[in-house]
């Protein structure tokens, strides 16, 4: 088991240019990411090229891992997630054709993901729980699947505008939930 | 936008928003302007992220393919940082690293080893040989005027992030060659495109050549790396005019992809 520790010091040893240091994190973590890139990608070659694309931008840049203040799988899972939507977003922009309906399957927790449950983990999801099931849709729309405002709107048919305001609100509301 | 109570509730709309990847690219690298020299905007990003990770443990891991790993493997080993921790970009961007955005940013190499530079049929006169040291010599390439008949061994297809550079190799053990196929994308104004090999036995990046202007390319390969194609890494990199001045590549490395068998 690879505890946040673990994954800091191997970060902070790529920094030094240490390529085992690589090679273990990549074992460690390379199989989450991979996960993430599927999930948003929904394609086993793009998610490959993608994941490729994550290490090599994690090795670069993992001297500047602390400046951003995130923990380290944190930093990793937002690598990978990024990368993933730009990928998305790159294809969609070339005109290839998604089934919002396809894209949609159930954004419930797997039987062995509640067992895994993180205390961040139960506290978002509590506090998503606290909205109303179509604005925590929305909320999990963008986050696990990279949906864009447009994308929402459409699968939730309203107006562009009125999504916005909706997603901001429920930010809002989300916001006050998690930090009390 | 306008609409908004206060501007501390709006950078908290605005960090979820980022942190969602909601926002559009404008208003994406505003942010990431502002990421740079604002520390509470920074904690405020911080606490979406972390909080919002929460939401990946409903995601199985899965494994991914072995062959990826050695091909991490083969491009970190052709990354080589120098000393004394001259790793630190010059500009900080967290578009860099959160977006990730620029291809500079995705693997920057450094020279290694120095090569004679291939030249392509039409594309300049003889080549120059240039005294190698590293092991194992390679004599220089040759050019090759008519191609001879191909039949390709290895496949390998150089793509760079977003699609921005697509380009289909093809190598023939009979023959020596490499033919390159540019579906997408050029070098950089003023730029050229150059061609490395990372072998599995050797430790650098050696140089296939530097790429003409056209979409196709014969490039040959020296007598003495041919037998290192098996398991080999292709990596392109972007370079002055000429290539590269070092001793290995000197500009971005765009793509990397290791030889597949045809």
């Known amino acids: 088991m690879t505890t946040p520790h673990d994954i800091e010091q191997l970060i902070l040893a790529m920094a030094r240019g240490d390529r085992d240091a690589f090679l273990s994190l990549y074992d460690a973590t390379g199989a989450k990411l991979f996960g993430i890139c599927l999930r ?3 394609d086993r070659a793009e998610a490959e090229d993608v994941l490729q694309e994550v290490f090599l931008k994690i090795w670069r840049n993992a001297d500047r891992y602390r400046v951003n203040g995130l923990s380290p799988m944190t930093w990793l899972i937002t690598v990978a997630r990024n990368s993933a939507i730009d990928r998305l977003r790159a294809r969609k922009a070339r005109g290839e054709t998604v089934d919002l309906a396809a894209e949609l399957p159930d954004r419930g927790p797997t039987p062995e993901a509640a067992a895994i449950a ?10 998503l729980g606290a909205l109303q099931p179509d604005r925590a849709g929305a909320v999990r729309g963008a986050y696990l699947e990279g949906l864009s405002y447009q994308e929402l709107a459409t699968l939730y048919g309203v107006p562009l505008n009125t999504m916005r305001t909706w997603l901001r609100r429920s930010l809002q509301t989300l916001k006050e939930c998690l930090s009390q | 936008m306008t609409s908004d109570p206060t501007p501390e509730k709006d950078d908290d709309a605005l960090a979820a928003e980022y942190a969602l990847h909601l926002l559009a690219p404008a208003a994406r690298a505003a942010f990431d302007d502002r990421l740079a020299v604002d520390g509470a905007l920074r904690a405020k990003l911080a606490f979406w992220s972390e909080h919002m990770a929460g939401l990946d443990a ?8 072995n062959a990826l790993r050695d091909t991490l493997a083969k491009a970190v080993k052709a990354d080589t940082v120098p000393e004394q921790g001259a790793k630190a970009p010059s500009r900080f961007s967290f578009g860099g690293f959160l977006a990730g955005v620029g291809l500079a940013l995705a693997l920057g190499l450094v020279a290694v080893t120095q090569l004679p530079e291939v030249r392509l049929p039409g594309a300049a006169p003889a ?8 092991p194992p010599p390679a004599p220089p390439p040759v050019i090759l005027p008519e191609p001879a008949p191909f039949a390709p061994d290895y496949f390998a297809e150089l793509a760079a992030p977003e699609g921005a550079l697509v380009i289909a190799v093809a190598y023939s053990d009979a023959s020596g060659e490499f033919r390159l196929q540019r579906s997408v994308g050029q070098a950089p104004e003023g730029r050229v ?4 090999l990372i072998a599995d036995a050797s430790p650098d990046p050696v140089s296939l050549g530097v790429l003409p202007d056209t979409p196709d390319a014969v490039l040959s390969v020296p007598d ?5 194609m098996p398991g080999a890494t292709l990596a392109i990199s972007e370079e002055p005019v ?3 001045q070092g001793t290995g590549p000197s500009g971005a490395v765009l793509a990397a992809a290791a030889l597949t068998d045809a």
């Open chain 1, 40 to 42: 948003v990608l929904n």
């Open chain 1, 118 to 127: 993180s205390s961040e983990r139960a506290r978002i999801v509590g506090c």
């Open chain 2, 58 to 65: 409903e995601t199985t891991p899965v494994a991914p393919p």
């Open chain 2, 127 to 134: 080549p120059e040989v240039i005294a190698q040291p590293a």
């Open chain 2, 193 to 196: 495109l150059q061609l490395w």
């Open chain 2, 224 to 228: 003495a790396l041919r037998p290192d």
């Open chain 2, 242 to 244: 000429g290539g590269s």
